[in-house]
């Protein structure tokens, strides 16, 4: 089955620099990847998220890239701030039953 | 506003006393899903439905049960709930599988056995 690393599981960056974030996953039939973010007792929200048809989608500060060949996907966060502390998360749409296999997150601190 | 709503917020349950988390959406999606989180870790999927059909996840325990009486209400009924229920129980839709796949979550209910 379908199995997803995400890297690193804590990162502290200072406000205003770039925080890029790694997932990588083992099926390569996989055409969905969403990345979530999680503030503290919330739920998950999607923040971004690609399709294999493209390389790179952006959403102002946010842009994810997917390397299909190398089966990896990144989040990258330009120009930090303190609200972009969070747990995000990426995953994976298994191909075969369309369920999401989460990555285990990424505590992101933003410190001023 | 709103999208999916789960009540209540926080639940505080005895030990082995039966309990329901209830979960709306104004989506009119098909999907609607439930994933057990707890502290530091990924949602783990308990079971979702499809429309009318229900998918029971291979590990999920038989503790835990599920009901979805219309398109807009689903209910997680846990029948004795034991100390390791502990947890943030999310509910989740999505309007379809295999296409147009993006969840939406709500806030969660918080668990706490007693």
């Known amino acids: 089955g379908e199995n997803v690393e995400q890297h690193p599981s804590t990162l502290s960056v200072q406000e205003g620099d770039s925080a890029v974030i790694k997932c990588t996953y083992s099926?390569?039939?996989?055409?969905?990847f969403p990345w979530y973010k999680q503030e503290l007792g919330k739920g998950p929200q999607l923040i971004i998220d690609i399709r294999s048809n493209v390389g790179e989608k952006k959403d102002q500060r946010i842009a994810v890239t997917l390397n299909k060949t190398a089966k990896h996907f990144s989040l990258h966060i330009t120009e930090t701030q303190p609200e972009d502390s969070a747990v995000y998360f990426c995953a994976v749409e298994s191909p075969s039953n369309y369920q999401l296999i989460w990555g285990a997150g990424t505590k992101l601190i933003i410190k001023p | 506003d709103a999208m999916v709503i789960q009540n209540p917020r926080y639940q505080v349950t005895q030990f082995g006393k039966p309990v329901t988390l209830s979960c709306s959406q104004t989506?009119?999606?098909?999907?609607m899903y439930w994933y057990q989180q707890k502290s530091s870790q990924a949602p783990k999927l308990l079971f979702h439905y499809y429309d009318k059909d229900f998918n029971n996840e291979a590990d999920t325990p038989d503790n835990f049960q599920s009901r979805r009486p219309n398109t807009s209400f689903c209910f997680l009924d846990i029948r004795s709930p034991g100390l390791g229920d502990a947890a943030m129980y999310l509910c989740a839709t999505s309007r379809d599988k295999g296409v147009n796949t993006e969840a939406f979550f709500g806030q969660g209910t918080r668990l706490t056995v007693v």
């Open positions: 099926d390569s039939a996989s055409n969905y």
């Open positions: 989506l009119n999606h098909n999907v």
